[in-house]
């Protein structure tokens, strides 16, 4: 059976190219150069007034994601069709000016930050209103999608045919599925079911003259070099994603949920690495520790311990047996490791009010702190236990408040550094702060990124990860597939014409 969703009524994209107003941004003295009059004027005769912003108001919005990485763009064209994108990307290569690929803005390492080597403003372009479900294949168990559809609503359409997306990243009531492609999402349950890249059948890619490839991988077996492999995680510097087909999974018929409380964060810890070592494999373990709690309670009312130094929340999912097999394994493996609470989800509004108060974390952040700078490192689970205790110490010695936020079934941690931008000098010390919980990360032998991606935040860290021939491979890669070098230019890998220090402010231009 295949359904798809009705198409949404879209009244501006008809009127778009016939109306025209006032263009202020393009009369003389607007400081624009003639190669940037020019680029606007072709993109404002393609998308029309509606699809284009380019005076400082509508550029302001688009200076940054969720990172603190900012620049001004040239504008922002916001097409509503693939051909309206194509055109749009062929007059950038006809202007020579580069694009950045944008969604909904919720990317944590400067991807969609609008920035350009040499000077040149890129034109953003922003995928987020072609959000169509194209098609959902209920026998086949995929679904065709636009790039701009938000994460959770495919999962709420898949849950009606009792199927499942499985990739939840925290931020999916707002991220979109061409983002969580492009960064190679992960989330809450990946410790069973796997990155975004498990989920990718084929991605539809534009580049920068326009032409979309189907890198296919729908047949059961793959014969040749898996482009569709390489294309995800691009985050935008091979070109447009402009459609993915994904799949779904059946939605398990069982869910067990646990709440414990430690004593220490060593102890749960080393609970973690007894879980994942049993044989009952959870499908999540998320540690928070005693700040995040504390903070979550005041918020979200969620019943954790705040007496705690840390909680787990472990969740295992199948048939009903095998759910409380784990459950009942999870309970002793805690014990065992000095639980000080135990509380097992009794119905699914227990288990909802759990996940509550780990989903409202961020929110909860805000009645605390006005700033926040989120990290995103993985080490080994073995070295887990010397991470945290790392992270501890460096917000200690930079004086800045550190709560830690864990998927800590595959090692993957999310410290929150909290401040006040209003601070005198505050931002150093968070900046030393990130720094350091990415170099004892390194030396930990984990890596810079578990699911956030590189952008700028983490470019110039990945010389001390790959050697510089593996670099040199991916920049021929890159090239290969992306040749004019005008999708996002300056993200992912190192330049090679110097290192560039990212700077990241609140407010002015990205140096
Ligand atoms: C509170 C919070 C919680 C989060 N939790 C998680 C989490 O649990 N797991 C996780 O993985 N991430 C998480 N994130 C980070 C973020 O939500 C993800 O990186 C997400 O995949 C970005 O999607 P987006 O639509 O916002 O993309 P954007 O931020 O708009 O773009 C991200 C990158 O992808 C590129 N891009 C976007 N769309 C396209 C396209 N169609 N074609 C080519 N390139 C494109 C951009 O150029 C940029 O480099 C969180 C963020 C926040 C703020």
Request: charged letters at 20%; one cysteine or more.
């Amino acid at each position: 059976m295949t359904t798809t969703e009705g198409a949404r009524r879209r009244p501006w994209a008809r009127r778009a190219a016939a109306k025209a107003g006032p263009l202020p941004w393009l009369e003389a003295g607007s400081g624009l150069t003639d190669r940037e009059r020019a680029l606007l004027t072709a993109v404002h005769g393609l998308v029309g007034d509606d699809g284009l912003r380019a005076g400082e108001l509508g550029r302001a919005t688009y200076r940054r994601d969720a990172s603190f990485l900012n620049a001004d763009p040239l504008g922002v064209a916001l097409p509503w069709t693939v051909e309206q994108t194509a055109a749009v990307v062929r007059a950038c290569r006809d202007h020579g000016v580069p694009f950045t690929p944008r969604a909904a803005g919720t990317g944590l390492a400067g991807g969609a930050t609008p920035t350009g080597e040499g000077g040149v403003r890129p034109l953003v372009v922003s995928v987020a209103r072609m959000d169509r479900l194209r098609e959902l294949d209920v026998t086949n168990r995929r679904a065709w999608v636009e790039p701009g559809l938000v994460n959770a609503r495919l999962g709420r359409a898949a849950a009606v045919h009792g199927l499942r997306f499985a990739p939840d990243p925290a931020s999916q009531i707002a991220a979109t599925l061409g983002g969580n492609v492009s960064t190679n999402a992960g989330g809450i349950h990946v410790l069973t079911y796997g990155v975004m890249s498990q989920h990718v059948l084929a991605v539809e890619l534009m580049d920068a003259d326009g032409v979309v490839h189907l890198l296919d991988g729908t047949a059961p077996e793959l014969a040749g070099i898996d482009l569709r492999g390489v294309s995800v995680g691009g985050e935008g510097t091979l070109g447009i994603v402009t459609g993915a087909c994904l799949r779904l999974l059946p939605a398990p018929p069982s869910v067990g949920t646990m709440l414990a409380g430690f004593p220490s964060l060593r102890q749960a810890a080393a609970m973690v690495g007894d879980l994942v070592t049993s044989d009952r494999l959870p499908d999540a373990v998320e540690l928070m520790d005693a700040r995040a709690v504390g903070l979550v309670e005041g918020y979200a009312n969620a019943g954790y311990p705040i007496d705690a130094a840390a909680v787990l929340l472990i969740e295992f999912e199948g048939l009903p047996h095998a759910v409380a097999a784990g459950i009942d394994t999870a309970e002793a493996l805690a014990q065992a490791n000095g639980a000080t609470s135990v509380t097992r989800a009794q119905d699914a509004a227990e288990r909802a009010r759990i996940w509550k108060g780990r989903k409202a974390v961020a929110g909860a952040i805000a009645k605390r702190a006005p700033d926040f700078f989120l990290q995103d490192v993985v080490v080994p689970r073995s070295r887990l236990g010397e991470m945290l205790d790392a992270v501890v110490a460096i917000g200690e010695r930079e004086r800045l408040e550190i709560l830690n936020v864990v998927h800590a079934g595959d090692g993957n941690l999310h410290p929150f550094v909290l401040f006040d931008r209003r601070e005198q000098g505050v931002l150093d010390r968070v900046f030393a702060a990130g720094h350091d919980i990415v170099t004892t990360a390194l030396d930990l032998d984990g890596t810079v990124t578990g699911e956030h991606g590189v952008g700028i935040e983490k470019r110039d860290f990945l010389s001390q990860v790959f050697s510089e021939d593996d670099l040199a491979v991916q920049r021929a890669v890159r090239e290969a597939i992306e040749p004019s070098g005008l999708a996002n230019p300056d993200k992912v890998l190192p330049s090679t014409v110097g290192c560039l220090e990212a700077r990241m402010v609140p407010e002015g231009a990205w140096v």
